[in-house]
């Protein structure tokens, strides 16, 4: 059993997992043939619940392997028609699928790799209105998505409902994949705290994928996901593991969780939010432009000694890490106490890890009647890029 499945999930007691049919031993006796597997450990395949978030490039070889290993039940969330440019990289339809539904294409093909396994297609966008109650409804949770608000969405509805979420995200030759939101783990927001700002990092569709990538890494997201089920092996919890299909090279690094992630540390994000507008798209377009000064226009503003408040909205540990020097800390969620404390009169610069924070600050103040109120580009990253590389980049 691993202990990271919930153990109300049926998969607990040998005794309660479905039994095999002789056409399933015939099918999987290669598997049964592994001590680490047996007919104990397909029993608990079969048993398994496992939610794929979209039937594109990680869904496709994720959704074929976890059905050709005998995963009981595969629930598959999308709502996206077949394209003839999703073909070079999205196996599970053919060319006859094009115009078709993702769900309609994945069942078929689904029930010719192996009949055994039920498909249950969930023909939704998935959202903060329908994502937990869904989720509640399987064992784990690979993520097969291609956005930064649907990947914050499933990260907190797995941590919320105590489900592993198995992650893999591609870009263009590189890919990451690791195990969040178990017990024992980082989850996403613990790694990545804030979304990039709209547009900084291009999809597929803008920037181009190698079709082979998401194969890669779809099919590490099922090793993860049937290592979890069986309780077998060193799942990818706490680590991440960076693929570079150019260099071949993988390398796992070392991730831990965050005592003061919003989601799996402090606990105060207790329920589902607008994840739209928290990765800033869709957000109604402001009168005002947001005034922008790049790392090194500030150090040329630091080093001659301009009159000038520079604030830091990241979180004190975050500072702790890496800081600008003059830099005042005023995290972002204590914003707002702070605003009566500052000169409209005096110049002001905010800055925080890349640039979303900042940028979020900067609006308070513009919604305060502040007008001289400047946003860091790329944050301290840029900072640490442009101007001091002894500075950490984290
Ligand atoms: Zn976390």
Redesign the pocket.
């Known amino acids: 059993m691993s202990a990271t499945l919930d153990p109300t999930t049926a998969t607990s007691e040998g005794d309660t997992l479905p039994e095999l049919t002789r056409d399933e031993l015939v099918r999987y006796s290669r598997h049964v043939l592994l001590p680490e597997v047996g007919v104990e450990g397909q029993r608990r395949l079969k048993a398994a619940r496992v939610l794929l978030v979209g039937a594109g490039g990680l869904g496709s070889p994720a959704a074929l392997y976890l059905a050709a290993a005998g995963v009981g039940t595969l629930g598959i969330v999308d709502f996206d028609r077949v394209d003839i440019t999703n073909l070079h990289r999205q196996l599970l339809h053919g060319t006859s699928d094009v115009g078709r539904t993702k769900l309609a294409s994945a069942v078929d093909r689904l029930r010719e790799v192996n009949p055994h396994v039920t498909v249950e297609p969930h023909d939704i966008r998935l959202s903060s209105a329908n994502a937990l109650e869904l989720i509640r409804q399987y064992d784990l949770v690979v993520d097969g998505t291609d956005n930064f608000q649907t990947r914050y969405l499933v990260n907190d509805a797995c941590?919320l409902t105590g489900r592993p979420n198995v992650y893999g995200s591609i870009f263009r030759f590189d890919g990451q994949v690791s195990v969040f939101c178990t017990a024992e783990g980082?989850?996403y927001?613990?790694i990545y705290r804030e979304p990039p700002p709209p547009g900084m990092v291009p999809s597929c569709a803008e920037g181009g994928v190698l079709g082979i990538l998401p194969g890669i890494v779809g099919i590490l997201q099922a090793t993860e996901a049937i290592k979890l089920i069986l309780g077998i092996g060193e799942p990818l919890i706490g680590r991440l593991n960076l693929i570079d299909a150019l260099g071949a090279r993988q390398r796992t690094v070392k991730i831990k969780?965050?005592p003061s992630?919003p989601?799996?540390?402090t606990r105060e994000l207790q329920a589902l939010v607008d994840y739209d507008a928290f990765c800033g798209i869709g957000a109604a377009p402001s009168e005002a432009p947001i005034l922008e000064i790049t790392p090194t226009e500030l150090a040329a503003k630091l080093a001659r000694r301009d009159d000038f408040v520079l604030l830091d909205v990241r979180d004190p540990h975050e500072y702790a890490i890496a800081s600008i020097p003059g830099a005042r800390l005023v995290p972002l969620g204590t914003f707002g106490d702070a605003i009566s404390s500052l000169d409209r009169a005096t110049d002001i610069v905010i800055h925080c890890r890349s640039g979303a924070r900042s940028a979020k600050a900067v609006r308070q103040l513009q919604a305060a009647g502040f007008t001289r109120v400047w946003n860091v580009v790329g944050g301290i990253l840029r900072w640490a890029d442009d101007v001091d590389p002894s500075v950490a980049k984290y």
Request: hydrophobic share 20%; aromatic share 0%.
């Open positions: 941590v980082p989850c927001r613990c969780r965050d992630c989601a799996c540390g």
